[in-house]
């Protein structure tokens, strides 16, 4: 059977959009009747589940490998403490670990040349799993005070049903958890709005994400007359996938957690369209 696409929604900041971009394709392709999969990637504050209302059916804890040092077999040699790239080991008399710095590689174990180290899971969140209606849902819930995000969001992605086009909705920004999760994505819709700060945003975002070699294009939500990010896009040869324009009924709509198609069934025809500009390029 063909692998559906996988289509990553992301942005460089917050508050853009991105969301209702991501919530309202995944109904777009529930009324054309195409299998589809949401995937909230977004772990350190998942909000996907409050516009499609899914129904939970399981939910798995999640963990990263970390290591436990036996004192009795230690013989101090540091080894350990040398080859973290994290400084989770700190070496006093004997091997300290931080185990909230640690990222699971298993080096120091590895190192080891007494056998002392042995990994331990420490739990770092959930993944959740679900139907919203026939939109199969996926969300990762990072644990409170947890630095970690992209080994949850692997853990998300791990539930991908190849037969479903699957949108990863991305936390926002440039850093690591937003390269775990475009990372195998067939293609990158970067939501961003006509501002300065947008503008700035969305740059930073493309010198991020163009190197890993995914086809980007944009969507300007709440756009108005000022051009700038569409001069931008032209400039760097991206495609503009859509203008959403800035519609208080909609920001009312947003407000109560519903969808806009349930209460402004006209914005119908503007997800229809993204979705074809998006399909043309998968």
């Known amino acids: 059977m063909a692998r559906s696409p996988a289509i990553a929604i992301a942005s460089g900041k917050g508050g853009t959009g991105k969301t209702t971009v991501a919530v ?3 109904a777009t392709l529930l009324f054309r009747k195409q299998a589809v999969q949401y995937l909230d990637c977004d772990v350190e504050e998942p ?37 973290c790239e994290f400084n989770a080991i700190a070496m006093l008399k004997k091997p300290l670990v931080f185990p909230e710095l640690c990222h699971g590689c298993g080096a120091c174990a590895l190192v080891c040349p007494v056998g002392a180290i042995r990994e331990t899971p420490r739990a770092i969140g959930v993944v959740e799993t679900g139907r919203a209606g026939s939109i199969r849902f996926a969300q990762g819930r990072l644990n409170v005070g947890e630095p970690l995000a992209p080994p949850l969001i692997r853990a998300v992605k791990t539930r991908r049903e190849p037969a479903a086009v699957a949108l990863y909705d991305s936390p926002p920004g440039t850093s690591c958890p937003v390269v775990a999760t475009v990372r195998g994505a067939d293609f990158v819709v970067l939501v961003t709005e006509p501002t300065p700060f947008g503008l700035h945003d969305l740059a930073l975002a493309v010198a991020t994400l163009r190197p890993m ?60 369209t993204l979705w074809a500009r998006i399909e043309e390029r998968t």
């Open 24 to 26: 309202h394709l995944a």
């Open 47 to 83: 909000n996907g589940h409050l516009f499609l209302k899914p129904t939970i059916e399981s939910s798995a804890s999640v963990g990263i490998p970390v290591p436990v040092v036996d004192a009795a077999r230690c013989i101090a040699c540091g080894k350990c403490a040398e080859v």
């Open 213 to 272: 070699g995914r086809p980007l294009g944009v969507v300007v939500n709440r756009a108005d007359d000022d051009r700038r990010v569409q001069d931008y896009c032209q400039a760097e040869n991206l495609p503009v996938l859509a203008e959403l324009p800035d519609d208080r009924r909609v920001a009312e709509t947003y407000a109560r957690g519903e969808l806009i198609f349930d209460r402004l069934p006209d914005w119908r025809g503007r997800f229809e």
